[in-house]
């Protein structure tokens, strides 16, 4: 979210300029803490999501998969940020 075409302005403004500030959004992701042993996981993520790109929790869901860690993650179709309607998560959820 700091660079490329998933490159979102709030990201970089709240980075701002701070020193590694690529190594510090890898510490603040969730992709660095998947491990063996981690408890259950059970995501939500609107497909139309404009703050965060949904293939950022398709990437998680695979990586906790591979670590063999149970997870589910439940895409809201036409979904933004939040927000969902009671419909949408009881269709859902």
Known sequence: MLAGENLKNYAVSWFGSVPD????ARRLSPLTY???????????????????????????????TKAGVPNQLLTIPGG??????????????
């Not at 500030?21 to 510090?24: K, T």
């Not at 042993?37 to 998680?60: A, E, F, I, T, Y």
């Open 80 to 93: 933004k940020h939040g927000g969902f309607t009671q419909e949408e998560m009881l269709i859902n959820f």
């Open 21 to 24: 500030r690529e190594a510090l």
């Open 34 to 64: 998947v491990r063996k042993g981690v408890g259950p996981l059970l995501s939500s993520q609107g497909d139309k999501n404009q703050l965060v790109p949904c293939d950022h929790s398709v990437r998680l869901h695979e990586a906790l």
